[in-house]
């Protein structure tokens, strides 16, 4: 999808030098724009929490005018990537997936950790009983 709307980076070969560039601007140029601004509004005051929003703030948090430029550009891609699968899958969009699924995964591994420690517990207090008994 990043190359249908020109929203992905160009390259200045020369030699052996690869210079990175601006976005193509090949493609679709009124998408471009929608997905642009539509990037400006979530990334901007009025914009909800998302995981869009969240993943342009990490960009952001670069600092400078250049990362706030190429958060808006990531999120315009991802936005236009999200799209089409929402389009092709025929889902429902949860604006915190990604999130959840990360809550699930954490949650796993603590339970998973615990169940270690409980059974290494157990372990210990069988072998204390058995040096005792004996």
């Not at 992905?8 to 929608?34: F, N």
């Amino acid at each position: 999808m990043g190359p249908y709307a020109g929203l992905v980076p160009g390259l200045d070969q020369s030699g052996e030098t690869d210079k990175p560039l601006g976005i193509t601007k090949e493609g679709d140029s009124y998408l471009r724009k929608v997905l642009v601004n539509s990037s400006n509004y979530i990334l901007g005051p009025f914009g909800k929490d998302c995981d869009l929003r969240r993943h342009g703030e990490r960009i952001a948090a670069g600092g400078g005018k250049i990362a706030k430029r190429r958060a808006k550009v990531a999120v315009a891609r991802k936005l236009a990537v999200l799209l089409h699968r929402l389009w092709v899958s025929a889902e429902v969009y949860d604006p915190l997936y990604a999130s959840k699924k990360q809550e699930r995964r954490t949650r796993r591994r603590l339970a998973a950790k615990t169940q270690l420690k409980q059974a290494q517990e157990l372990r210990a207090l069988e072998s204390a009983s058995i040096a005792t008994s004996a």
